[in-house]
């Protein structure tokens, strides 16, 4: 077991853990202030966009999955479609089968729909109530970090594609030190104008000054400013697609294991490939094998590789795509994902289709490790009545350009969807991106909630997995689990441009032993190894309501500038 560095947080009322400390602070000033968890979840999301502008933009994605106290659940998609004029082939006819960077990548930016139908469908406060810490962010500044650093110092090039990008991200022409004040005034006037259309209309009652919010976004100024830039660089976004933009009310998939629920949203996100791979291990058998052994790792990698292999040949927009999810999570085909796994051979790719005829796979990549961006960002509530927040939002800022005189970075998500219509997850006009940000949370035994989630990309899922079973397998506490080593696969085409695949890749942090490490080699695993501990592999926060004890347990990966608070 792990000794963790910092402490389980645990208080009696209510916790908060999020991918910046700041954005935490915000939630948790809600909470303080009698907001219930999806108010202080929407105040740490968008507060996320303004804290880590590399990895999450206030007009990104911002899927959601919420646990009212009452036991129901529902997910709010959070995720834009194509313009509904985009050409199907235009990635294919147009940029060689590649998706470039800028303008024609972005969908319809889906945040800010998310966190105001959350708000209207399940909170208490106002729109101006929840965005007050993220426009104080934004236009008073914070302090320059080493992640933020790292990622613009990893991307100036591309920051200066664009002159907005360059004004904003590398000042005076230069990577922002550490410690220095990072601004974004024109995020703070364009989120500020959002809450003067609230406060315009709150005369008329709640709901009519957050739906005032939100035509202030996609009907009003910032949509004309958004549409007018978009279109004149040559993209396909239009007003109409701004102004009928709604996220979807998506049912959310859950399955029992152990006597608890895992919840995860559909099959427009990577969610149910968690599902997938927790039930493939516990077929193959968890009990008796030790954390972190290389019988454990290969267990789980294997049935990752098979839930990852379903992705790749089922998965997509449900709306548009024929997902057969519940045959993907059926007793019969779990049992036959589990019997094609040899326990003493690691799978050299991507496991064949068992159900349909799968997809063509891209040309093995040669390169040490893949091109891993830091990307996306989480939150996790649960208030002192038992409601539970879960969120990932997600895009971006160096490859999209912002929309001048805005500060706003539009959802350049579309990179997620294949340029090859064709595909599941292919370009299609109206069509979703299958994405891979996905909030989860388990109902435990007892009742309580437990939301966790992280950023990471393809990674997250398998980050995911071994830190839930370091819980509720190997009965670890919440900060322990969180800090223990984790490994990651590549052995899958990768759901971003350029869709890189590294067939029997497999990376570990080089705080698991070498002698597992050879012992994973000599499995045939192409063992890689990352360093004692990096954000490469993910930064999962989780807030877990132990009803039993009668805390609210919250934990923050390290790994990452994240952070949880509990009282």
């Not at 077991?1 to 853990?17: D, N, W």
């Not at 960077?101 to 930016?109: E, K, N, S």
């Not at 759901?495 to 080699?521: D, H, K, N, Q």
């Amino acid at each position: 077991m792990t000794q963790a560095g910092r402490p389980t947080i645990s208080g009696t009322r209510h916790a908060i853990s999020a991918g910046h400390y700041l954005a935490a602070s915000a939630g948790f000033a809600i909470l303080e202030a009698g907001g219930n968890a999806v108010d202080a979840g929407c105040a740490a999301g968008l507060a996320l966009g303004v804290l880590q502008p590399d990895l999450v933009s206030v007009a990104g994605v911002a899927p959601i999955l919420i646990r009212k106290a009452d036991g129901t659940v529902e997910s709010i998609a959070g995720l834009g479609h194509w313009p509904r004029s985009t050409p199907p082939d235009v990635f294919m006819r147009e940029h060689g089968g590649e998706m470039p960077p800028g303008v024609r990548r972005i969908v319809v930016p889906a945040a800010p729909d998310a966190w105001i139908q959350a708000l209207s469908r399940h909170g208490t406060m106002s729109f101006g109530e929840i965005a007050a810490a993220a426009i104080r962010f934004a236009g008073e500044g914070f302090a320059m970090y080493p992640l933020l650093r790292e990622s613009i110092t990893n991307h100036a090039e591309e920051y200066r594609t664009w002159d907005q990008n360059a004004a904003i991200f590398l000042p005076g022409g230069q990577v922002p030190k550490l410690g220095a004040k990072f601004l974004q005034s024109d995020l703070a006037r364009s989120l500020t104008y959002m809450v003067d259309q609230e406060r315009a209309a709150a005369g008329q009652g709640r709901e009519a000054g957050l739906q005032a919010a939100h035509d202030a976004f996609y009907k009003g100024d910032l949509a004309q400013q958004i549409v007018r830039y978009v279109q004149a660089e040559g993209g396909f976004l239009s007003a109409q697609d701004m102004a009928e933009f709604r996220s979807q009310i998506e049912p959310v998939v859950a399955r029992d294991w152990r006597g608890h629920t895992l919840l995860t949203c559909g099959p427009w996100c990577q969610g149910p490939a968690l599902t997938e791979a927790l039930l493939i291990a516990e077929r193959l058998g968890l009990d008796g094998l030790a954390h972190n052994s290389a019988a454990y790792i290969h267990v789980l990698v294997e049935a990752l590789k098979g839930a990852l292999a379903d992705r790749e040949y089922h998965f997509g927009d449900p709306a548009m795509v024929d997902v057969p999810l519940e045959a993907l999570l059926s007793p019969g085909h779990i049992a036959a994902r589990a019997a094609a796994i040899d326990l003493k051979r690691a799978h050299p790719g991507l496991p064949e289709p068992i159900l349909g005829r799968g997809n063509a796979l891209p040309e093995a990549t040669r390169a040490d490790l893949p091109k891993v961006e830091a990307d996306t960002s989480y939150v996790a509530v649960v208030d002192r009545w038992g409601n539970a927040f879960s969120a990932t939002p997600s895009d971006g800022s160096w490859n999209v350009p912002v929309i001048p005189g805005t500060g706003i970075v539009v959802s350049g998500r579309g990179s997620q969807n294949r340029p090859d219509p064709a595909h599941p997850s292919g370009v299609a006009p109206g069509k979703r991106p299958r994405l891979t940000p996905n909030p989860a949370m388990v109902v435990t035994k007892d009742g309580g909630a437990m939301p966790f989630g992280t950023p990471g990309g393809d990674v997250q899922i398998q980050a995911m997995l071994q830190v839930m079973l370091n819980i509720l397998h190997f009965g670890m506490e919440v900060q322990e689990a969180i800090e223990a080593p984790r490994v990651a696969s590549y052995s899958f085409p990768s759901s971003f441009a350029p869709y890189e695949y590294f067939p029997g890749r497999l990376a570990v942090e080089s705080r698991i032993p070498e002698t597992v490490r050879a012992e994973l080699s000599a499995m045939g695993h192409e063992v890689k190894a990352w360093p004692d501990i990096t954000w490469l592999a993910g930064s999962v926060e989780v807030v877990l309501d132990d009803v039993a004890a009668g805390f609210k347990r919250a934990g923050a990966d390290p790994r990452r500038p994240a952070y949880a608070i509990a009282v």
